[in-house]
């Protein structure tokens, strides 16, 4: 608490270096992204007909959304023991350091928003055996936005784990957790907005068989790769020191960690849909990052900040190339 590794100053400049980043990439990015799949029943966002310049500024405020969202949630569980603003800094910088994220509204901050929302959800539920209503609302929340990109279907599964974790579910919540997810394609299949039998289903491939520098995107599997890496390093690293401590502050830890390693784990399969999960892996490293400062006096905690940001940022500038 009193080693503080970042404040209002870092704040401050991450947001300074955030902003800088959008533009930059808005301003000189390729005009091309990453391939992506449309959602499973609605035009993905990357396929919305937004003029540049809207979708930059509606993509911007969802990344400002979840950043004051993890803010707020941290206030009011206080799953991580500090004040510090490492866990802010963190998510705004990975987040805004990929050029196949920041530039325009995509699948990756929707889903991220929406799995936000879940763990508002999750977090409320801790060792609540009459959670079916909420359960219910997380599971439909994922759904609606599977509607839009696919592949926040995967996260229904780490709700499901989660929700486990956290001593929460019971047989009527995972019926509920169940109609939640089905509520929305029921309700838009009843009034005839969607075909059921003609819903777009998603063709996966995995990173094994994917020449990464012949195809272009080098670095952006680079920052993904050294973002995995990372995230279960340091999850690693933290948890015995995790286990020690508070027991809610550490079961709700680990909800957020069974997202960051589905995230991984659907990366790894689906790799043509990559950029879409990693809001919620670059999340789930923000927290881990946060606890790591938290948890461990570090002597060099300057040090591994500054190494960080360069390293992101020099990825970053490389994906404009």
């Known amino acids: 608490m009193r080693n503080l590794t970042t404040g209002n100053i870092g704040l401050a400049l991450a947001v300074v270096l955030s902003v800088a980043m959008c533009a930059v990439s808005f301003l000189l990015g390729s005009s091309t ?43 009011t569980y206080n799953f991580i023991s500090t004040t510090d603003t490492v866990l802010q800094c963190s998510l705004l910088v990975l987040i805004c350091s990929n050029v196949y994220i920041d530039r325009s509204v995509c699948s990756s901050t929707l889903i991220g928003a929406a799995v936000m929302i879940v763990y508002f959800i999750l ?41 486990i974790i956290i001593k929460c579910m019971t047989f009527k919540s995972f019926i509920a957790l169940g109609i939640g997810v089905i509520t929305p394609f029921w309700i838009t299949a009843g009034l005839g907005l969607i075909d059921i039998t003609a819903l777009n289903l998603p063709d996966y491939d995995t990173v094994f068989t994917y020449n990464f520098i012949e195809e272009g995107y080098f670095l952006l599997w680079l920052n993904c790769g050294f973002t995995t890496l990372l995230f279960l390093f340091i999850s690693l690293y933290n948890a015995v020191r995790m286990y020690a401590g508070n027991t809610k502050r550490r079961l709700l830890n680990n909800s957020t ?8 784990v659907c990366i790894m399969f689906d790799r043509n849909n990559m950029p879409a999960y990693l809001s919620v892996l670059y999340t789930s490293l923000a927290v881990q990052l946060a606890n790591l400062f938290a948890l461990h006096n570090l002597k060099q905690r300057y040090a591994v900040i500054v190494i960080l940001l360069l390293l992101y940022v020099g990825a970053f500038v490389g994906m404009l190339q």
Do not use: H
């Not at 449309?38 to 993905?44: A, E, N, V």
């Not at 990357?46 to 949630?73: D, Y």
């Not at 960690?257 to 991984?264: E, K, N, R, T, Y």
């Open 257 to 264: 960690l069974i997202f960051g390693l589905v995230a991984c």
């Open 33 to 75: 992204g990453y391939a992506s799949t449309s959602g499973i029943c609605f035009p993905s966002p990357e396929e919305w007909t937004l003029s540049p310049l809207l979708s930059l500024f509606l993509n911007g405020a969802l990344i400002i959304s979840l950043v004051l969202a993890i803010q707020i949630l941290n206030k």
């Open 123 to 163: 977090f409320r539920c801790y060792r609540d055996r009459k959670s079916a209503t909420s359960l219910f609302i997380a599971g439909t929340v994922l759904s609606i936005a599977g509607m839009f990109q696919y592949a926040a279907i995967p996260f229904i599964i780490a709700l499901f784990l989660a929700s």
